[in-house]
């Protein structure tokens, strides 16, 4: 027993990166597939992006035999309250990115999610009492550093930046007091916003606006990709989330933006001069001392 046990674990731990790995990729090559809807407003792409995932994340439910909890959620007014407001968290979100993606400021994503973990280390320290450390303090100066460098560089602050990476920390952390698992609660959300999604993506179509017409096939299938395109990746990373340490996550989490940058540069062509290569290059240091930091923080309570 003491050798299999072990050895199932190393199993579930594999099968957790690869999923893990997958979801992040997935996320990474995304801005490709978003490039090809840049002709189609972001709100629209929303709105097609949450109709479309209601089956797919329902198909999921029903072969895991997860009903139950789901059920159990719709009977809860304060459930439903506390998915509301996560719901409208990452369709703001998504919003925000799909325009982004669209607008060539995809390099402004990647450093939003870059720096998604360093404002969700702050929220932990002001909402939650978290004592910060002295290696995430240095980390969060080094981002806060970067941020001021880009916002003397622009003009201006970086807002696609840091409405990106808020929104996704405010969201994450809400989601945590779901009362439901994951791939629950990922289709209790896109539940919620199915009926109004679907009601503008009709009023667009009965004013002419739409572009889910038959006079336009390719839009149609793009549209209808959504739904798998946006369930895909959100159910894996639940998966691999429920077999992997936070740590291991935690890593693994700057696949996704980096593969972003690196389209955003080499594919999209998007301008990355002298300046961002300094912001970019402090937003990596500051990452680099916050991972040291959580894993050498892991290893000092094992040995205590």
Known sequence: MTVEAPAQDRHAAQRGFFFALAAYSFWGVQPIFMKMLAHIPADEVVAHRIVWSVPIAGVVLLLLGRT??????????????????TAALITVNWGIYVWAIAADRAVETALGYYINPLVSVVMGAVLLGEKLSRAQLVAVGLAVLAVAILT??????????????LTFA???YLRKTLPIGPSQGFFLEVLILCLPALGFILWLQMHG????????PGDIALLLICGPITATPLLLYAFGAKLLRFSTIGIMQYIGPSIV??????????PFGGVQAVAFGLIWAALAIYSWSMFFGRQDKGQG
């Open 152 to 165: 003397v560089q622009a003009g201006g602050l970086p807002w696609v930046s840091l409405a990106l990476a």
């Open 68 to 85: 139950a909890d789901l059920k159990a959620a719709l009977r809860s007014p304060r459930t439903l309250i506390m998915a509301a407001v």
């Open 209 to 216: 606006e739409g572009h889910f017409l038959p006079s336009q």
């Open 261 to 270: 940058l690196l389209i955003a540069v080499f594919v999209f062509g998007e």
């Open 170 to 172: 405010v969201y994450g």
